[in-house]
C-alpha cells in the first residue's frame, strides 16, 4: 500500500490554472476509474472536489476538473482564487487486497 | 442537517485501547458504506477502514490490520473504531468518512488519538 505521488507544492497567480498530478500503478490509478480529489483548508476537513476521475459533486464550482493517462491522474483548478490556496490529495481504489489509496498531498498557493 | 460527529478520542499510552465512534445524521445511513481515515499532525491523508452498509465486507489497511476493528449499529446510526495495541505512530486525527462511488462524499471533524508515554 505505497502511497500515490503527488508533487509537495504548485502555485499560479489569480486567474491562471495549476495542475497536480498524482502518480500510482496499474494496481491503482491505472487499473481503475476511480479516482477521488480532496481539498482540505487548515483546521478543517477534507471536501470532495471529484470522484470516478472526472466526476463533479453537487455543489463544486466547474474550475475543478479531473482527467487520467495511463498511471498518472490530473487535477486542474482553472481561474484560480485566493479560496483555493489549500492542501490537495487524491485517492485510489486500489483492488480488493489493498482497498484505498491516497496520494502524498500537494499544497497550492495562490501568489 | 447532514452530517458525522466523531467521539471517543483522548490520550493513551502505548500498548492501550481506545474506541472511537461516529454518530450520523440527516440521510439514510443504512444505505451507505463507511470509513475511518486518519491524519497525523502535519502529515497527509491515510486511510484506515472501510465497511459496507450491512458490514458484510470490511477491509483494513495493512498499517492497522488485526489491531483495529471497524463495526457499525445501523439502527443508532452509528459507526465505531475499535483500536488495541495502540503505537505512537497512531496519533492522528481520525476522521470517520461516507462512502461515495468509490469516493469520500462526507467527513466528520475528527477525533483526536494521542498515544505517548
Known amino acids: 500500500q505505497s502511497a500515490l505521488t503527488q508533487p509537495p507544492s504548485a502555485s499560479g497567480s489569480p486567474g491562471q490554472s495549476v495542475t497536480i498530478s498524482c502518480t500510482g500503478t496499474?494496481?491503482?490509478?491505472?487499473?481503475?476509474?476511480?479516482v477521488s480529489w480532496y481539498q482540505q483548508h487548515p483546521g478543517k476537513a477534507p471536501k470532495l472536489l471529484i470522484y470516478?476521475?472526472?466526476k463533479r459533486p453537487s455543489g463544486v464550482p466547474g474550475r475543478f476538473s479531473g482527467s487520467k493517462s495511463g498511471n498518472t491522474a490530473s487535477l486542474t483548478v482553472s481561474g484560480l482564487q485566493a479560496e483555493d490556496e489549500a492542501d490537495y490529495y487524491c485517492t485510489s481504489y486500489a483492488g480488493s487486497s489493498s482497498w484505498s489509496v491516497f496520494g502524498t498531498g500537494t499544497k497550492v498557493t495562490v501568489l | 442537517e447532514v452530517q458525522l460527529v466523531e467521539s471517543g478520542g483522548g490520550s493513551v499510552q502505548p500498548g492501550g485501547s481506545l474506541r472511537l465512534s461516529c454518530a450520523a445524521s440527516?440521510?439514510?445511513?443504512?444505505?451507505?458504506?463507511m470509513n475511518w481515515v486518519r491524519q497525523a499532525p502535519g502529515k497527509g491523508l491515510e486511510w484506515v477502514s472501510y465497511?459496507?452498509?450491512?458490514?458484510?465486507?470490511?477491509h483494513y489497511a495493512d498499517s492497522v490490520k488485526g489491531r483495529f476493528t471497524i463495526s457499525r449499529d445501523n439502527a443508532n446510526n452509528l459507526l465505531f473504531l475499535q483500536m488495541n495495541g495502540l503505537r505512537v505512530e497512531d496519533t492522528a486525527l481520525y476522521y470517520c468518512?461516507?462512502?461515495?462511488?468509490?469516493?469520500?462524499?462526507?467527513w466528520g471533524q475528527g477525533a483526536m488519538v494521542t498515544v505517548s508515554s
Open positions: 470516478e476521475v472526472t
Open positions: 468518512a461516507r462512502g461515495y462511488q468509490w469516493a469520500f462524499d462526507m
Open positions: 440527516g440521510f439514510a445511513f443504512n444505505v451507505y458504506s
Open positions: 496499474s494496481s491503482d490509478v491505472g487499473g481503475y476509474n476511480c
Open positions: 465497511i459496507t452498509n450491512s458490514a458484510s465486507t470490511i
